[in-house]
């Protein structure tokens, strides 16, 4: 159990710096943000890198659960931060693709 919500922290956290470095230089380069915001996006971006490899699993599986992951947070970053609530079929793929991380990751072996 304790695997499991160590794993699921990390998988946000991968999130979370991946959506967040992405939309930091999204600003910089679309929004005519100052430099700095590219700079500490792609340091973000660089953290994103590093945190999946705390996964004890093979990459191949730890990438491809981490996809849903970053389907789910990418629709909450998109509420919270873009004030832009996903559509009801948006949500209802966001839980496929949930459902697909829980097979492929979590179910015993």
């Known amino acids: 159990m304790i695997d499991s919500v160590v ?9 979370l710096f991946e959506i967040g470095g992405g939309y930091l230089v999204w600003l910089w380069l679309r929004e005519k943000k100052r430099a700095v915001f590219g700079l500490l996006g792609g340091l973000m971006l660089a953290v994103y890198g590093i945190i999946p490899t705390f996964h ?8 491809a659960a981490y996809g849903g992951i970053f389907i789910v947070s990418s629709l909450i970053w998109g509420a919270l931060i ?3 609530n996903p559509e009801k079929y ?3 793929g966001a839980l496929i693709a949930l459902a697909g991380v829980l097979i492929m990751f979590y179910i015993p072996r």
């Open 90 to 92: 948006e949500i209802i």
């Open 82 to 84: 873009d004030k832009k």
């Open 7 to 15: 794993s699921l922290v990390l998988f946000f956290l991968a999130a």
């Open 56 to 63: 004890p699993a093979n990459f191949g599986r730890v990438y």
